[in-house]
């Protein structure tokens, strides 16, 4: 399907400049462009001690059966355990003890260390509470079965076997298993580069703050697994805008600011001018003024300058684009956790709030209005709820789910 098409809404949507937004494209019909636009990247290869946290992109089969041979399991004296039956401590038997790395005779036993093949012939590792060595000889109080404290050959995995499916994102311990296996590179799907153009405040800050912007957006792209390959900050005009858009490659570019009904507001006009508008003006609160469109192919999302409607656009729209590039979840990233309301949220029907809440006293409560508040709202906030479309809100006393806000540094893990 086409951009001209309905499904994305106008294919150049008009300037809503000192006019407003004569229609609101739904939050579905916005997740939807996304999800159709946001193919996965390509794979490249790296490191496999480097792969924690990439997601991977060809399986990984054992090359060889692991363990290759029986090894022990812990240490002790590796013997025939048919060779112990009837062995206590009023009858402890002999045996002989030899090199571990020689085959094992008859009523001979080894010493062998946790790990280490086991010497052919035997089947089983006696542990040192039970057995005693004198000189050339061992001692052993009491009896084990067939296969104690043995690994079994190819226990773990066989040769062939699949031990890790694509599209999974790796962890440490898998990471370590692809190196056990003798494997140094992996395959893994490409980290999205992403460029962020900002357009600056619309009035100079009264002392020396920050954009919050692009430092937020540049954390967020990070959690998310992209790389900011390219920020052009302080891109107010529409020319500069476009000379932006069009310059440094880039995956998918994010533009914050600019985006509203105000006569400065030109980076929906920027994004038709250096390529499509598909989208401008959403059914979401805060964050209303979002659009998106493509330059040469490339997703672009144009988010609001506020830096709370900036923040809810990019974790229910923006990471989703991030998040889909390079293979991950495309749903926010933050831990669900089912509270009661201790006060009602109000909402409008036939808008997406995303409200902030907090907890209180084992219940969970608004933090202002979604449309109210600013960024302070945010930082008081252990996390946000999502009203659908279709509802007023929800009442006091109503169970809902609390997309929670973590404060670790795996939010921000750059693997």
Not at 281 to 293: F, I, K
Not at 334 to 344: D, F, I, N, V, W
Not at 398 to 404: G, L, Y
Request: hydrophobic share 45%.
């Amino acid at each position: 399907m086409s951009d001209d098409e309905t499904e994305d809404g106008p294919a150049r949507p008009g300037d809503v400049r000192l006019a407003g937004f004569a229609d609101r494209v739904s939050f579905a019909r916005a997740v939807a462009w996304i999800d159709r636009h946001a193919q996965i990247l390509p794979a490249e290869q790296i490191d496999a001690a480097l792969a924690a946290g990439r997601i991977l992109a060809t399986p990984i089969e054992a090359p060889r059966g692991r363990p290759q041979h029986d090894r022990a399991a812990e240490n002790g004296y590796a013997l025939r355990a048919g060779e112990t039956i009837g062995a206590s401590d009023y009858n402890p038997l002999p045996f002989a003890l030899r090199n571990a790395e020689d085959p094992l005779p008859a009523g001979a036993a080894a010493l062998v260390a946790s790990g280490a093949p086991l010497p052919a012939g035997a089947d089983a590792v006696i542990p040192f509470e039970i057995a005693q060595p004198s000189g050339a000889m061992l001692e052993v109080f009491g009896a084990v079965a067939a296969g104690t404290g043995v690994e079994s050959k190819a226990r773990d995995a066989a040769a062939g076997t699949l031990v890790i499916e694509p599209g999974r994102r790796l962890r440490v311990q898998d990471a370590a298993v692809i190196l056990s296996f003798g494997l140094g590179q992996v395959r893994v799907v490409r980290r999205p580069r992403i460029k962020l153009i900002i357009a600056g405040p619309k009035s100079a800050p009264a002392g020396p703050a920050r954009d919050a912007d692009g430092v937020m957006l540049s954390a967020l792209v990070r959690r998310d697994g992209g790389i900011v390959s390219d920020i052009a900050a302080d891109a107010a005009g529409r020319a500069a805008m476009v000379e932006a858009l069009t310059g440094t490659p880039a995956d998918a570019i994010l533009v914050a600011g600019r985006t509203g009904t105000g006569p400065d507001d030109e980076a929906p006009l920027a994004l038709a001018e250096a390529g499509r508008l598909s989208i401008h003006g959403l059914a979401l609160r805060p964050g209303g003024s979002t659009g998106m469109g493509l330059v040469g192919g490339v997703p672009v999302m144009l988010l609001p300058g506020d830096p709370l409607a900036c923040l809810c656009a990019y974790e229910m729209l923006g990471g989703r684009l991030i998040r889909r590039l390079g293979g991950l979840d495309p749903d926010p990233p933050h831990p669900l956790r089912q509270a009661e309301l201790g006060r009602k949220i109000v909402s409008a029907v036939g808008v997406v709030d995303i409200c902030q809440v907090r907890f209180a006293g084992g219940l969970v409560e608004p933090v202002g209005s979604a449309e109210r508040g600013g960024l302070a709202s945010a930082v008081r906030a252990d996390g946000f709820v999502v009203i659908p479309a279709a509802l007023e809100g929800y009442a006091s006393g109503t169970r809902v789910d609390v997309h929670v806000y973590q404060a670790t540094g795996a939010d921000f893990a750059c693997a």
